[in-house]
């Protein structure tokens, strides 16, 4: 059973970089029917999607974080990987790594991290 | 893009039904096959619940059905029960290959 887990700092400073990333366990992020994401949800308020990539490196980004996220794949790893540049406040949330089956046919969240809290705070 | 609009909050008795409504545009929830519903119990992560409109995942219950009329999509549980209670989103493919989650409905089952 694929199991993805979340990893990294859970306080960040204002103005830095967020940096997470997820190791997938079980399977691989070499798979040609996934993309592999992040989605987050800050403090009382609904689930955001961040952006997904493929193995390949081939990346979608939200329009409203697209100037600040990158979002890479290390298959060497079996990981990929989050970095938010610039953050404020509004990006403290709980941050899941998801995997994202994605044919002709069908696209969908199938499975998800059991997420981490980011803070941002001085 | 802006975030398909869902109700805040619905409610019913056990054992009865609801529907929840995910409104979006021709660019996201009526262009494309690709609505997927997600149920949410606070402080677990989110689970899929029905993907590509109406499908059901294995070992999903079916009491949880889908569907969609031109920008609106619908998650109907039958035969409420309590475990039902959790925060449900729907998400979208949209037409710049972006995908876009709802705001949300916390189900109360009374």
């Known amino acids: 059973q694929l199991q993805l887990q979340e990893s990294g700092p859970g306080l960040v400073k204002p103005s830095e970089t967020l940096s997470l990333t997820c190791t997938v366990s079980g399977g691989s992020v070499s798979s040609t029917t996934y993309y592999w994401g992040w989605i987050r949800q800050p403090p009382g308020k609904g689930l955001e999607w961040i952006g997904s990539?493929?193995?390949?490196?081939?990346?979608y980004y939200n329009p409203s974080l697209k100037s600040r996220v990158t979002i890479s794949v290390d298959t060497s790893k079996n990981q990929f990987s989050l970095k938010l540049r610039s953050v404020t406040a509004a990006d403290a949330a709980v941050y899941f790594c998801v995997r994202e089956l994605t044919t002709i046919l069908t696209k969908s969240f199938d499975i998800w991290g059991q997420g981490t809290t980011v803070t941002v705070s001085s | 893009q802006s975030a398909l609009t869902q109700p805040a909050s619905v409610s019913g008795s056990r054992g009865q039904s609801i529907t929840i409504s995910c409104t979006g545009t021709s660019s996201d929830v009526g262009g494309y096959d690709y609505v997927s519903w997600y149920q949410h119990h606070p402080g677990k992560a989110p689970k899929l619940i029905i993907c590509?409109?109406?499908n059901r995942p294995s070992g999903v219950s079916n009491r949880f059905s889908g569907s969609k009329s031109g920008n609106t999509a619908s998650l109907t549980i039958s035969g409420l029960q309590a475990e039902d209670e959790a925060d449900y989103y729907c998400?979208?493919?949209?037409?710049?290959?972006?995908?876009?989650f709802g705001g949300g409905t916390r189900l109360t089952v009374l």
């Open positions: 590509d409109v109406s």
């Open positions: 990539i493929y193995y390949s490196g081939t990346t």
């Open positions: 998400s979208s493919y949209t037409s710049i290959a972006t995908r876009v």
